[in-house]
């Protein structure tokens, strides 16, 4: 049985107070003579058991076909994106053909350096490439269908609150929120984490209904490997997770608190081992941890990708945009922090187009609960929601260090599932004022914000904004009058009726999503910082939008295609950056351990993907990390195990946290300068 949002606590929306809630899956009409005995149901058959299960029969069709769509959306065309993010791209290849490169996280086969992630998100994609063959299809359909995973996750978790129209609406919401759509089809971390947030959900929702410490724990070991996905990141749902299983759970609360200590132990087994595994290898047999001074995972979760994130401190480096409160520089580090964050030009057109009516349905639903039982599984479901959207969404608008717009996608479950749940739970009770009220302004708030967003590119289909408008002025309309029930209408007007006004909703907040996330679906993405969005939007225009890539997040050529003082990589391949032929042939032909080493991880990944061949990234990521060394450089040279150094490169003669300009004044002192194709090249050993 599921509480329902209603202005009259303990009632049935529709129904006199006092009444019981009905369980939206099994709820049938009340017989019209309540003396009558009920007539038994007809025995169902093998086949529509399996079809159909023991609920309506448009149940599991609809889902299946919510699926389907969602498996079409986001594999249509899937090879036009390549490689998509090299430096992701890289340690996937490498992850094919050294065990200990896909454990660790490599950059490269021959395991210098890791990319500066936790591995788990390189791990399915990787193993991918060793059954199949790697290859950019290999990589980025383990991706799509993490998406499809996490869109069914996202139904049944909903469906098992509010029933499977609201499942159906918060998965449909999910698969066509436009920052989904991206990187569900990239290769990016963010994938394997949505995936992990939704699931954990999910574990807990079925552990709110039967508490014990099994549900939980297997939630937090979910927790863990999101936190193997993308560190602390993965640990933002769980005050909310907690909350909704602390207030709603039924049971005492001293069984609650132990039962959250089992969530604990999950997180802590799997994150816990992985920690415990790469600080206890000796460092002589693993790669050095990218990201940190210290060859240290721990630092790297603390640091560069923990605080350093949220405050700018200790190598996260700077985010947010100084150029004035418009927040419309600096897109791809996020705009200006603050509250109106989400909203701006950085995130709005990734996620924000359903945020008002998530919180909006919120702040109602839980008003509407305010005097249900504590087990209320319908304000259990609004905790956990709430919680997992307003902390995720606080952090990213207050951060100060390095974020970008893509990180929105972990936001879209909880907006989706709050859509689906609240607009659901208010339908049903359309017969009191205020849940009526409070659902048509919804629909109204929602169109007009999509208008808002389509118009940051008043040249892409302008005449869509008056139609988002307009419908929905229509079905504020609509809902406010209750044209669905009308007195005198007939039973089958009433209905075609209802199935009016409620097309004319889903079109009015929808309709602007999902043309901006086709829009998406159309073009491929490569580069660092990928956005949503027409090829002409100004959501769209930079860092690693089709045909615009860099890191830096001044639409320069860092990190793509250029020559001279990066390394002479021209652009051109599948999805990302390429060496010029004559580069590409001689590195192919060393038998070095590596074949080359070159500043930075963006080139040393495109070198790696156009040659085959194992090549360190000087100084990691942006070319500051210490390693190697000047005495650790020097040693490998002496071992024979370095082909060539490439001059140039991110962080070019010592950028970044650190530099590395020792190693390349030493090479220049110590060997002869040669041109290949448009790089300069020197040959180490004698």
């Known amino acids: 049985m599921t509480a329902t949002i209603s202005p009259t606590a303990g009632s049935r929306a529709g129904s006199p107070a006092g009444s019981p809630p009905l369980d939206p899956e099994t709820t049938v009409p009340a017989s019209e003579d309540a003396g009558a005995p009920p007539n038994p149901p007809a025995p169902l058959s093998s086949r529509d058991r399996l079809l159909f299960g023991r609920q309506p029969r448009w149940v599991r069709p609809s889902a299946a076909l919510l699926l389907v769509v969602t498996a079409a959306l986001y594999l249509w065309n899937l090879e036009a994106t390549g490689y998509a993010n090299s430096f992701y791209a890289a340690a996937i290849q490498a992850g094919t053909k050294d065990w200990t490169a896909l454990l660790f996280g490599s950059l490269d086969p021959g395991n210098a350096i890791t990319v500066d992630k936790p591995p788990a998100a390189l791990w399915i994609p990787a193993l991918a490439g060793r059954i199949f063959g790697f290859s950019a299809l290999s990589m980025l359909i383990p991706q799509a269908l993490m998406g499809v995973a ?190 109106t964050r989400m909203f701006g030009t950085s995130f709005g057109g990734e996620v924000s187009w359903l945020l008002p009516a998530a919180l909006i349905l919120l702040v109602a639903g839980l008003w509407f609960t305010r005097r249900e039982a504590r087990t209320s599984k319908t304000r259990a479901a609004l905790l956990l929601w709430g919680g997992w959207l307003v902390i995720t969404a606080g952090i990213f608008s207050f951060m100060s260090g390095t974020v970008h717009p893509y990180y929105a996608v972990a936001l879209a479950p909880a907006i989706a599932a709050l859509a689906g749940i609240g607009s659901l739970e208010l339908w049903r009770g359309r017969a009191y004022w205020p849940a009526r009220i409070v659902l048509a302004v919804t629909v109204l708030a929602t169109s007009v914000w999509s208008a808002v967003l389509l118009g940051r590119d008043p040249a892409w289909l302008p005449g869509l904004r008056v139609i988002v408008v307009v419908l929905g002025v229509l079905a504020a309309a609509a809902l406010l009058l209750r044209v669905d029930s009308l007195a005198g209408l007939p039973a089958r007007f009433r209905k075609a009726a209802t199935a009016g006004v409620v097309i004319l909703a889903l079109l009015a907040g929808g309709l602007g999503s999902t043309a901006w996330t086709l829009a998406t679906v159309a073009q491929p993405h490569s580069g660092s910082i990928p956005t949503s969005g027409p090829t002409a939007s100004a959501m769209g225009g930079g860092f690693g939008a089709a045909g615009r890539t860099g890191r830096d997040g001044t639409g320069s050529s860092t990190g793509s295609s250029t020559s001279g003082s990066t390394g002479g990589l021209a652009a051109g391949g599948p999805g990302g950056e390429t060496a010029s032929a004559e580069l590409t042939a001689l590195l192919q032909s060393s038998n070095a351990k590596w074949s080359a080493i070159v500043s930075g991880a963006t080139q040393a990944a495109s070198l790696e993907l156009a040659t085959g061949t194992s090549v360190i990234a000087l100084g990691g990521w942006n070319g500051g990390d210490p390693y190697p060394t000047l005495a650790q450089f020097q040693a490998m040279v002496d071992r024979g195990e370095i082909g060539y150094f490439i001059s140039g490169g991110m962080g070019g003669m010592g950028g970044g946290r650190g530099g590395n300009s020792e190693v390349a004044t030493w090479v220049a002192a110590n060997y002869q300068a040669q041109t290949v194709g448009n790089s300069t090249v020197y040959k180490l050993g004698a």
């Open 150 to 339: 996490a869109v069914g996750l996202l139904y049944l978790t909903v469906k098992r609150v509010s029933g499977p129209a609201a499942g159906l609406l918060a998965g449909g919401a999910l698969a066509l929120t436009p920052v989904a759509a991206l990187m569900f089809r990239f290769n990016n971390p963010d994938a394997m984490l949505t995936m992990c947030l939704v699931l954990a959900a999910y574990l807990t929702t079925r552990a709110i209904e039967k508490p014990g410490w099994k549900w939980l724990a297997a939630a937090g070991a979910v927790i863990g490997l999101a936190f193997l996905s993308k560190m602390l990141q993965g640990f933002l749902i769980v005050p909310g997770l907690a909350l909704a299983y602390l207030w709603a759970a039924p049971t005492t609360l001293g069984r609650r608190l132990l039962h959250l200590l089992g969530a604990g132990a999950g997180i802590v087994v799997v994150a816990g081992s992985y920690i415990a595994l790469f600080q206890l290898t000796p460092t002589s047999i693993r790669p050095y941890m990218a990201g940190s001074e210290t060859n240290s995972f721990l630092e790297l979760t603390f640091g560069y990708n923990g605080l350093g994130r949220i405050t700018g401190s200790g190598g996260g480096m700077p985010g947010g945009n100084a150029g004035g409160p418009g927040g419309n520089g600096n897109v791809g580090f996020g705009g200006t922090a603050g509250i």
